[in-house]
């Protein structure tokens, strides 16, 4: 474990006290983001849901056609 440390040290060391901030910075405001987004402001439904819902009849459709068939059906999940 000491010298997975080491090298990371060993990398992140060539770059200016500034970039390495900036990184850190970025990487605190991306995992909020995320956090916040994921658990808080995310809505259940699907973004796309009519281009989704047009496509899966569109493609039941299809599918009945081809095989002469009425046997596939679309149903929401």
């Known amino acids: 474990m000491q010298r997975l440390l080491d090298r990371m040290n060993d990398m992140r060391d060539p770059f200016p006290p500034a970039i390495r901030q900036f990184h850190v910075r970025a ?6 983001w995320q956090a916040l987004y994921l658990f808080l402001w995310r809505t259940p439904r699907t973004l796309d849901e009519p281009p989704t ?25």
């Open 53 to 77: 819902r047009s496509v899966g009849r569109q493609t039941t459709w299809v599918l009945n056609f081809l095989h002469g068939t009425d046997l596939f059906r679309e149903h929401e999940i």
């Open 27 to 32: 990487l605190v405001l991306f995992i909020a």
